[in-house]
Nanobody, 117 residues
Framework: QVTLVESGGGLVQPGGSLRLSCVAS????????MGWYRQAPGKQRDLVAR???????NYADSVKGRSTISRDNAKNTVYLEIDSLEPEDTAVYYC???????????WGQGTQVTVSS
């Protein structure tokens, strides 16, 4: 059974930074893609960033230029760093992973990030 576990959320002041981690267990295959979505109260879940096994990455416009996604394939772990945090970044951040373009996605349970002074 594949399990994704996020960590690193919490309360951060505006202008601060955070680093989220997500570890996948229960599988030895390399995921085709891993990434992060976020969902603010009353809003849909939106992509933040994703990274493919070869290293290619995509970012949402809202975080482009102030965030970095990376992964450690040997550890089946994906990281997300966001700088210059804004209150609009407040959301539950979900990790996801998929083995191929045609395979279903696996999801973590989510970690709350609150940006507030």
């Amino acid at each position: 059974q594949v399990t994704l576990v996020e960590s690193g959320g919490g309360l951060v002041q505006p202008g601060g930074s955070l680093r989220l981690s997500c570890v996948a267990s229960g599988i030895t295959n390399r995921f085709y893609a891993m990434g992060w979505y976020r969902q603010a109260p009353g809003k849909q879940r939106d992509l933040v960033a994703r990274i493919r096994s070869g290293g290619g990455a995509n970012y949402a416009d809202s975080v482009k230029g102030r965030s970095t996604i990376s992964r450690d394939n040997a550890k089946n772990t994906v990281y997300l760093e966001i700088d210059s945090l804004e209150p609009e970044d407040t959301a539950v951040y979900y990790c996801y992973a998929r083995l191929s373009l045609s395979s279903p996605e696996y999801w973590g349970q989510g970690t709350q990030v609150t940006v507030s002074s």
